[in-house]
């Protein structure tokens, strides 16, 4: 028997019985569909937390305490701003914009709810890229340096608190005191750095002064958080090494000292959530492999069934002239084309797995051609390894024996 007759011989045995065969694929099917669903899930993922950090720019730095390494006090402060917004000593850094955040109630219009309120400086709304407005504008510089009780609101407090009213203009209260709204953002929506839209914003000379009121070991107005934008993404490793610099400077950090702050650059952070994502698909795809070797397992038990159904029929190939090579091709046959056919059903099953779950999860999801053909080749060689052993006792079956065998 040559290849082809071979093949047809066996497409032929698997039609015979087409519920056992359905079967026998399931235990694949599962597999490959998990395979692809798991991974194009997780290359998802990975695509939503680039798209989230990479929309704010990859040219962004941010600056953290260690409180570790402070004594308890909170290290970063508004002398640290200004120096870092100094061209002559940080020629890398573009902006440098700070925040104060604490939870407050927020009051306005009869209405109330509980939120961050966050401290910023006028640059903050430009650095984050969070300049579209819905109504009226952001902070000013004026704002900051007469600690002016003015606020700017998310899209969602605006609506909590005022509905279908005009908000700028009218008055809120934080902390009993009143502000006036002078600007409402555009509703950016939930995402992997959180939302704007249930914050209130006001400058943070005013947070200072009223909400928060810890100062740095050295007496300075401390803030949470500052975050950077160098000049350009390929000026971010200079800028990281002169924020370096200048915060151990101004900090009076000894040589062999620790630095009571983080930094971390969004280029920084999207090389750690490759490899997280990555090792976690990987991982994920993995797991699911295991589902392949189970349907492996059932395809060699199921060919095994299949030989000592057929011993007679392999003893009459055997004696009008069949090849122990020719027995052996067809059972190898028998168990890659379960396989293979288990496999190509599995792409559709977690192709379609995938598209439900990303809508369900708002995730775009893709199915990458070199996974289809990593899950599609692991289903055939599975076949092809399982298949091995029933084959090899088909074409091992002596003839005499098998034409005796009831």
């Known amino acids: ?118 401290g910023v400086t006028a640059n903050y709304f430009n650095v984050f890229n969070l300049d579209a407005f819905q109504a009226g504008d952001g902070l000013t510089e004026a704002d900051m340096d007469g600690r002016a009780r003015t606020a700017v609101l998310g899209a969602t407090t605006a609506v909590d608190l005022f509905g279908d009213d005009y908000p700028v203009g009218q008055s809120i209260k934080i902390g009993g005191v009143s502000y006036e709204v002078v600007g409402v953002l555009e509703s950016s929506g939930g995402g992997f750095l959180g939302s704007t839209d249930e914050n209130v914003y006001i400058p943070i000379t005013t947070a200072q002064s009223r909400l928060y009121t810890a100062r740095t070991r050295s007496g300075q107005r401390a803030v949470n958080a500052i975050t950077v934008q160098a000049v350009s993404e390929d000026q971010a490793d200079a800028a990281v090494t002169q924020i370096t610099e200048i915060l151990r400077r101004e900090h009076d950090i000894a040589y062999v000292a620790e630095d009571d702050f983080s930094i971390l650059s969004q280029t920084d952070l999207l090389e750690t959530f490759d490899v997280v994502t990555g090792t976690l698909t990987a991982f994920l795809g993995a797991i699911a492999g295991i589902s392949l070797v189970v349907g492996g397992i059932g395809i060699m038990n199921i060919m095994l069934v299949s030989v000592t159904e057929r011993t007679r029929e392999i003893g009459i190939r055997k004696a009008v002239g069949a090849l122990k090579r020719d027995i052996l091709v067809q059972f190898l046959l028998e168990s890659t084309l379960l396989s293979f056919l288990g496999g190509l059903l599995g792409i559709l099953l977690g192709g379609t797995i995938a598209s439900v779950a990303g809508r369900m999860l708002d995730l775009e999801t893709a199915v990458y051609a070199g996974t289809v053909l990593m899950a599609t080749g692991f289903a055939a060689a599975v076949g092809l390894v399982f298949g091995i052993y029933p084959a090899w006792r088909a074409a091992g079956l002596r003839p005499i024996e098998a034409l005796r065998y009831e």
């Open 1 to 118: 028997m040559n290849l082809a007759e071979s093949f047809l011989t066996a497409l032929d045995s698997l039609l015979s019985n087409k519920m056992r065969a359905v079967l026998t694929m399931l235990g694949v099917i599962i597999g490959v569909a998990a395979v692809i669903a798991l991974m194009s899930l997780g290359n998802g993922v990975n695509g939503f937390i680039t798209g989230e950090l990479t929309a704010i720019g990859t040219n962004l730095i941010s600056i953290t305490p260690d409180l570790d390494n402070s004594d308890g006090y909170p290290p970063l402060s508004n002398a640290d701003v200004a120096a870092l917004s100094d061209p002559l000593q940080a020629p890398a850094v573009a902006e440098a914009a700070a925040m104060v955040q604490v939870q407050q109630a927020v009051a306005g219009n009869g209405n109330s709810r509980a939120g961050a309120v966050s």
